[in-house]
């Protein structure tokens, strides 16, 4: 089975810096994309940020520019390095694994990590 293992979470101050981890383990077969979502206490899950299989990114508006998504497909890992941090960035995020099939598409989900940013 493939898992997806979280790591680089924490309590941070407002404008500070996190880098978040994402090891899958495991067959994943036709990866689509990798990304991160997040979700704060009482809220829906929102999208943050997108690699593609081809290496090119995507984010959401309120973290463009402040966010930068990559991947090491050596290590079958994707990483979220987070900067200028803002208290509005609190939330538990999710590393995210699309895979592709002729027939069906599969996700994988991280455990999640915290971030937490303090003002």
């Known amino acids: 089975q493939v898992q997806l293992v979280e790591s680089g979470g924490g309590l941070v101050q407002a404008g500070g810096s996190l880098r978040l981890s994402c090891a899958a383990s495991?067959?994943?077969?036709?990866?689509?994309?990798m990304g991160w979502y997040r979700q704060a206490p009482g809220k829906q899950r929102e999208w943050v940020a997108t690699?593609?299989?081809?290496?090119?990114?995507n984010y959401a508006d309120s973290v463009k520019g402040r966010f930068t998504i990559s991947r090491d497909n050596a290590k079958n890992t994707v990483y979220l390095q987070m900067n200028s941090l803002k208290p509005e960035d609190t939330a538990v995020y999710y590393c995210?694994?699309?895979?592709?099939?002729?027939?069906?598409?599969?996700?994988?989900w991280g455990q999640g990590t915290q971030v937490t940013v303090s003002s």
């Open positions: 495991g067959s994943i077969f036709s990866i689509n994309a």
């Open positions: 995210n694994v699309r895979a592709r099939t002729a027939v069906a598409v599969f996700d994988y």
């Open positions: 690699i593609t299989s081809g290496s090119s990114t």
